[in-house]
């Protein structure tokens, strides 16, 4: 029981781990589209209508 139990923690960490790391390339292909797309590039059109 013990065994299996620790197998399913060390089966469920490395799940973890393998969806972190694909969130941080989703983040980071997110992040690129957004500073790809005209939409997304607000923050400083106050200071351009000036």
Do not use: C, P, W
């Not at 799940?15 to 941080?24: A, G, I, R, V």
């Not at 390339?25 to 000036?50: C, H, P, W």
């Amino acid at each position: 029981m013990e065994k299996d139990l620790s197998a399913r923690v060390d089966a469920v960490k490395e799940e973890n781990l393998k969806l972190k790391s694909e969130n941080q390339v989703l983040g980071q292909y997110i992040e690129n589209l957004m500073s790809a797309s005209s939409v997304f590039q607000t923050t400083d059109t106050k200071s351009k209508r000036k």
